[in-house]
């Protein structure tokens, strides 16, 4: 562009900036193995991301954050694995789940890390312990943390927020997203139609046109695609027919 700016998204400008910044973790951790290097380009993500009401983004759409590439360089922990997820349960279920997280000290000297939860989505009826929520460890060393999620009545709602693990020594932090949703999307009877129409019926689609699909918990957001081609997962959804994902141009 003239300005000297432009804006792109997908996954074919995503995939060589995340590579890069790969390249530098590894140039700048020679030991650090493959698992850790993702753990130190996603853990160190910036909470930055936006949706269109300026309001954060599902977990499902934006994943722990905005790579840094600067922080991913200098992490004070590692840990694996990066996310947690409670999947997705029938609506009104109890939850009563356990997910073990291994943090490694990847500094040089021992150090005290201290773990705290921040809810984003959901309800006070959902508690999630850590056990231990402090403890030291030598430069190199592992702790296995358990996280504790149970609800006090059952849900009807998506689930999801995020643990922040910080170092004492010098109070740089990593995070680990959790999600979990106690809603299923349900496509209406006839819900899927010719998107110009709103035609039903199978001589109302060609193959290679347009379709909308009508029914309730489809997204968790408002997305739009911006890029072509169309992208497979917008959102935080994909669209499958016969087992192949179709293209996506909008949902909500």
């Not at 939850?95 to 073990?100: A, D, P, V």
């Not at 029914?215 to 992208?231: D, H, I, R």
């Amino acid at each position: 562009p003239q300005n000297g700016y432009g804006d792109f998204s997908g996954t074919s400008m995503a995939t060589p900036h995340v590579t890069g910044a790969a390249a530098l973790v590894k140039q700048a951790a020679p030991r650090f193995t493959p698992a850790q290097i993702k753990s130190a380009l996603v853990s160190t993500a910036a909470k930055v991301v936006r949706g269109p009401s300026e309001g954060p983004l599902s977990v499902l759409a934006h994943g722990n954050g905005l790579l840094a590439a600067a922080a991913a360089l200098n992490p004070p922990a590692t840990v694996s694995p990066v996310s947690i997820s409670f999947g997705a349960r029938q609506p009104g279920t109890p939850l009563s789940s356990t997910n073990n997280l291994l943090v490694t000290n990847v500094g040089a000297a021992t150090d005290t890390f201290r773990v705290s939860v921040t809810s984003v989505q959901g309800t006070a009826r959902l508690t999630v312990t850590i056990s231990p929520a402090g403890f030291s460890l030598g430069a190199g060393a592992t702790q296995t943390l358990a996280v504790a999620a149970t609800l006090s009545e059952p849900l009807n709602e998506t689930i999801e927020g995020y643990l922040t693990i910080q170092s004492q020594n010098t109070e740089r932090t990593i995070t680990v997203p959790y999600w979990g949703t106690f809603l299923l999307p349900r496509v209406n009877d006839g819900g899927a139609v010719n998107a110009a129409s709103i035609a039903f019926g199978p001589s109302t689609v060609a193959a290679g046109g347009l379709i909308s699909i009508f029914g309730t918990q489809l997204a968790n957001q408002t997305a739009e695609a911006v890029t072509l081609p169309l992208p497979k997962s917008l959102g935080g959804v994909r669209v499958f027919m016969d087992e192949n994902a179709l293209p996506l141009w909008f949902v909500s």
